[in-house]
Each structure stands twice: as C-alpha cells, then as structure tokens.
C-alpha cells in the first residue's frame, strides 16, 4: 500500500527512458551524433488493456514497437515484463519473452512467407520456441484459422490465395499461437480498405475479450484508435507529447500536437462528431476552421 491507501501495482510493461538512435548513412568523416528516433520514452502497459500509440508518420511509433518486441536493441533506457528486465537480454535468453510478446504487421503480405502455407506460418512461432502442439500442428492451425474467422479448409494455402484482410487474419492467428500477454499491433488495420479494417478491428477486441491479452496499438488513424484504445499516447519527433486515458485525451487534448492530430481527422464518423463537440473544450476554435 502506498501512503495514501491506494494499492501499489506492478504494470505488466513498463518501457523507461528508451532511447534509440540511428547512426547517419554517411561515411565515418561525416558522422554526426546519432539521430534519435526514440527519444526518451517512458510508458506502461497493464494486463488486458489496449494502450494506443499515435503520431504521424515518422514520429518513432514502428521503432518504439520494435524496441518493446525487442526486434531492435535500445541504444538505453529499461524495458521491464512482469518485473524481469528484457532490454539486456541476449538473443538466446529472450526465449520466454517472445512467447509473451507478438507483433501483427501492416502488410501482411511482406510479414508472411509467400511460400508457407497458413499452417505452416501459424504454427512457425510454435516450433521456433520449441512449445509442443498436443493435438498435432494440423489441427492446431485449423482451430486458430476458425478462431480468426477463416475457413480451416484453407489452411494449406499460401498467402497469395487469401485476400488482404485474411491475410491480416493469419498474421493475427500466428500471434495468438503462442498465447502471448502482449500483441503488439503496427498499423496492423492501416492498409485494409475501411470495412474489412472495422472487421479486423471487432476481431481484435472479440480475441482480446476472451484471451485477457494486452495490446499495443499503434495507428496514424485515430478514428481507428477510439474504436480500440482504452488509453492513449501522442508521439512527435521521437517523444511522447500527451498520454492519457482514451476520452480524456480525444475530448479535451493537452498538447497542441494533438489538438492538430485531431482536426485532421475526417469527419466520418458522425457520433463521434456530435459526441466532440458536446464535450470538446476547443469545439469553438474548431467551428470556426
Ligand atoms: N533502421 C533505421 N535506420 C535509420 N533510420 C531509421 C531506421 N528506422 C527508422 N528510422 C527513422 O526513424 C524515424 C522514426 O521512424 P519510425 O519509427 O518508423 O516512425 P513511424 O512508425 O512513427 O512512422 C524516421 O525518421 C525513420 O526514417
Ligand atoms: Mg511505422
């Protein structure tokens, strides 16, 4: 308990000071210090919530992710999973880690192997981590296919033959084959056509629902963002410019770069756009725009 009575808990992630830096392309003569694409960012992440990270492109969203699925190492800062550090590991230690921690892409057809069939690709993390699949890895793919929504009887087909959004599905069924605590999702929904993403989207909250797993949800779009988020960070330039609980920060944004992010955000989305404007302090400023 902490002075005030309130219990002291420990979030299931917690990303401190990390920095990542990317060394300039030019030659020895030339280097300059490193450019920062992660530039001191502290966030954490608790069991079954969806923490949203925003930002235009370039702002640092893809490098954060791959520094939390430890793809990339951070040039420093701490990354903590259920109280272990993880950013000091070394490849082989990191075994326990990638059955916790799994990544959905944007383009599922560049994250998935062209010449694998579905089974083949659900069930790779499986047998990259040496975990055992009881009832065989055939019937093991079919009832991840089904659980995402695809027919099992297409498990042997390769990527090529499903369409965009069922692709997206195998690339969430080979997360989930390793039933992970956190599924990092990298513009995950981004490149699907608007009714295909909703789809994605109900079956992401659908899975998460039943599985208690967390997500990290990155997006550019943030009326994809309201429909999933239960908390929300803002990244600009490698930092994290606002966090807060998803309606606290939609509804009443601290940071001007937020403010900016949400005027940018078509008007699709008609009760959104009745509920912004009963509750927006700044709903003013935007009828006047
Ligand atoms: N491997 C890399 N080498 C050099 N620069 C990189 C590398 N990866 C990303 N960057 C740069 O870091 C910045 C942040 O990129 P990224 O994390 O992909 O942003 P976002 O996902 O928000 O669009 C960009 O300026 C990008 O060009
Ligand atoms: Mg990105």
């Not at 944007?106 to 579905?118: C, E, G, I, V, Y």
């Not at 990298?186 to 992401?204: C, G, H, P, R, T």
């Not at 078509?266 to 935007?286: C, L, M, T, V, Y």
Request: charged share 25%; aromatic share 6%; proline share 6%.
């Amino acid at each position: 308990m902490t002075e005030d009575g309130t219990q002291t808990r420990t979030p299931m992630l917690r990303a401190s000071r990390l920095v990542k830096e990317f060394g300039s392309k030019r030659g020895p003569l030339q280097r300059r210090a490193g450019f920062r694409a992660v530039d001191d960012v502290s966030f954490t992440v608790d069991r079954g919530e969806t923490l949203a990270l925003v930002g235009e492109s370039g702002s640092g969203k893809s490098t954060t992710a791959r520094l939390i699925a430890r793809l990339l190492d951070p040039t420093s800062g701490s990354i903590e999973f259920e109280g272990v550090e993880v950013s000091s590991l070394a490849a082989r230690q990191l075994r326990p880690y990638r059955s916790q921690v799994q990544v959905v892409f944007q383009d599922p057809f560049s994250s998935l192997n062209p010449k694998h069939s579905a089974e083949q690709i659900i069930t790779a993390p499986r047998r990259h981590l040496g975990l055992p699949m009881p009832t065989g890895a055939s019937a093991f793919a079919r009832d991840l296919m089904a659980r995402v929504g695809l027919d099992p009887d297409h498990s042997t087909r390769r990527p090529a033959q499903f369409s965009g959004g069922q692709a997206q599905r195998i690339g969430i069924a080979r997360a989930l084959a390793v039933s992970p605590k956190l599924i990092i999702c990298d513009e995950a929904v981004s490149a699907l056509d608007v009714s295909v993403q909703a789809q994605v989207i109900n079956l992401l909250k659908r899975l998460q629902a039943e599985e208690g797993f967390a997500y990290v949800f990155i997006a550019h779009d943030l009326a994809v963002v309201r429909q999933i988020a239960t908390r929300v960070a803002v990244m600009s330039q490698g930092r994290i410019v606002e966090s807060g609980e998803r309606d606290a920060v939609f509804d009443a944004p601290r940071h001007p770069y937020t403010r900016e992010l949400l005027a940018a955000v078509p008007r699709i989305d008609p009760e959104w756009d009745a509920h912004r404007r009963a509750n927006s302090p700044f709903a003013g400023q935007e009828a006047a725009a």
